[in-house]
């Protein structure tokens, strides 16, 4: 793994689209959420500034912009609104790409996670905050890992479960990752992978960065890439990638 200031200008010669992870790359870690009986309640954070001015130059620069990311639709339009005209967002771990407007649905998971959800909803643990309203995957924010939730996932052969450190993501393996959406949205571009650039800090960004022909890591313990960029600092990891890359593009 090189740092991100060997990702020149040669590296980026094929490169027609970037995906962007949200959490720790594009807004700083952390999820605020609390759940009693049927309220919920959750803070949105949204896109600072200086990066929706980065993503412009991106844009300007001839590259084409895409979120994804494991939170819902509803959320990432709030948080990425002024850049919507030139972003698409692949939402809930790559089930459904908005792109100018319109849905692609990459993955049904209805009838695999139907049963599932209200066996996880009597669990009761003191480290439960509350489940994430989502579409299409299931997400539940705990202090701590929960094993009774690990356990009823296990029961289904067909299931995954992702602990991140603040929240379990719940899906269909094999056809519902970050990774099974980008190699579907590629194809719908008409691009390949060797065009792809992808930047990601979690383990919920390893099939995405897999399927992306140049891979940034914002963190190197939880994730491997070509190209890291440090989690903690003073600039988040979309900043300074985002500016290596303008700094590259305009030589
Ligand atoms: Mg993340």
Known sequence: MQPINYLTKKVLTNI????????????????????????TTFETKRIAKKQIEQIKKLHELGLLINISSGRGLYMLQDMFREILPFTSLTYENGSVTWFDGNLIQHTNSYKYLREIFPKLQKVSSKHIKGFEPKEFIITIHCHGQVRQIEDIVSEYDNLYTVWNGEAYDIGVKNIQSKGYGLTAFIKHLKLKKENVLAIGDNHNDKELIECAGVKITADKDRLKGDFYVPLEGELLPADLLMKQIIKELTK
């Open 16 to 39: 027609k689209l970037i995906i962007f992870d949200v959490d720790g790359v594009l807004v700083p870690r952390g999820t605020k959420i609390e759940q009693k009986d049927n309220w």
